[in-house]
């Protein structure tokens, strides 16, 4: 129950601004939207980084490269499976609620990875160990399909509308958080533990981890309170649009999504995901020392978020987009040159990458909260999100390798600006949002 000052304050403000939060709500809606999504980057950190030593205990280790290769395919397999979960549970939180869509999520999320941690091996249990963790991967690709367009939307209809700017850089923040904690706890478990350790038990660990993160998560969301903006539509709607006819009335918003999205996704895991691989794979750089290079650059990438964030509410949305994609894509062929042989190399390219793609990605989330209506807002960004990462984000290692290989050393350096230019001219089709009313009536 409000306190008379709580309830006076919500009385005296202005209609369709939203009510100030108490302390407690602010800092349960931040930890629980903030563990959750961390969870399921992390979800993902640590199926890459464990698959080489999984690889031959969930299928036939008679032939270890084909085992890795079908451990990887499975990995593809949970991207393809996003679109769905953009749409079932962006459907389910613009109908029942965001924050039962986030919930769901996050259960899904941690339920595939307790599936993984105690799944049977293929000397145990043949075709069944590999069945196991092709249905765990398509539950986590539904449920990570679904989180971000839950998770952001609930977020930016929680923040001040000044602040929405600073709150939606939560989303990337606390997902590179959940990267660094799954690389570092591989790290740490591959020094630990023998090669033997790892192969016959370790790499269960950080999937039981994961399981009991998203339990914390789980109970952390179930205790939040919905977002006021749904239920003041949901209070008022007595009789709901069908869905389908509001998706082609917001078509527009919609290839707006996917146009901002393709060079954001493919220059991001470029350089946040892919380049310290690439670095110790391809360049000769000590593992370890691309590794802690990576780690270096992300902790680099977590500062400027918030900066940007911040930067976003006081000079608008569409500024802080062309620094962001105009900076990546000016930049990315100098720091692609200037990455040799050297972690010191790896540190700054990626980090001055890394700044400038924390400009767009850390404020796209309150960016696409504020161009769909409410009865719309979650699938709206899922759907064309998820069929975006899926098609450009999932490829992107596979089309890496490709075309260096087919075409030349410099064509996916090539691919990936013009991706960005594409990017860069859907910035030209937005309106200016900064501090929009999320409470408008439908349009």
Not at 151 to 169: C, H, I, N, V
Not at 175 to 197: H, N, Q, Y
Not at 318 to 334: E, L, R, T
């Amino acid at each position: 129950m409000d306190t008379p000052t709580q309830s006076a304050l919500d009385a005296a403000r202005p209609a369709g601004q939203a009510p100030s939060a108490p302390p407690g709500s602010k800092r349960r809606t931040i930890i629980g939207t903030g563990i959750g999504n961390a969870v399921e980057w992390y979800d993902w950190a640590i199926y890459a980084t464990f698959a080489p030593f999984f690889a031959g205990q969930l299928f036939n280790n008679a032939d270890p490269a084909s085992a890795v290769l079908s451990t990887l395919a499975i990995f593809a397999v949970g991207f393809l499976a996003r679109p769905l979960g953009g749409f079932v549970f962006g459907w389910l939180g613009d109908r029942i609620g965001r924050k039962y869509s986030m919930t769901l999520a996050v259960g899904l999320a941690s339920l595939g990875s307790l599936l993984i941690a105690i799944a049977p091996t293929y000397a145990a249990m043949g075709a069944l160990a590999s069945l196991t963790l092709l249905v765990a991967r398509l539950i986590q690709g539904l449920a990570h399909g679904g989180e971000l367009p839950s998770s952001q939307t609930y977020l930016s209809e929680m923040a001040p509308p000044a602040k929405r700017g600073f709150w939606s850089t939560l989303i990337y923040f606390s997902g590179t958080i959940g990267i660094i904690a799954g690389t570092l706890l591989g790290a740490v478990l591959t020094v630990v533990l023998s090669k033997e350790d790892m192969l016959a038990w370790g790499w269960r660990a950080p999937f039981l981890v994961g399981a009991l993160m998203g339990l914390y998560a789980l109970i952390m969301r179930a205790g939040m309170k919905e977002s006021e903006v749904f239920d003041s539509v949901s209070a008022a709607a007595q009789k709901r649009e069908p869905l389908w006819p509001q998706i082609v009335r917001h078509r527009k918003q919609a290839l707006q999504v996917i146009g901002l999205t393709v060079g954001g996704t493919v220059v991001y895991y470029t350089w946040g995901v892919l380049a310290p691989t690439y670095a110790a794979t391809t360049l000769g750089i000590d593992r370890g020392a691309a590794l802690w290079s990576g780690v270096i650059a992300n902790l680099v990438f977590l500062v400027a978020l918030p900066l940007w964030g911040k930067l976003s509410d006081r000079i608008g949305r569409k500024p802080v987009m062309w620094v962001g994609m105009i900076g990546a894509a000016v930049m990315h062929f100098p720091m692609t040159w200037l990455l040799k042989d050297s972690p010191w190399q790896l540190v700054v390219s990626m980090s001055v990458m890394l700044i400038f793609i924390a400009a767009s990605a850390g404020i796209m989330p309150a960016l696409y909260a504020e161009l769909f209506p409410t009865s719309i807002r979650t699938v709206g960004v899922g759907v064309p999100y998820s069929l975006c990462v899926a098609i450009f984000g999932g490829t992107a290692p596979y089309l890496n390798v490709w075309l260096t290989t087919a075409v030349g050393p410099n064509a996916f350096a090539f691919y990936t600006v013009a991706l960005l230019t594409v990017s860069i001219l859907f910035i030209f089709t937005l309106p200016e949002t900064k501090g929009k009313d999320l409470h408008e009536a439908e349009d």
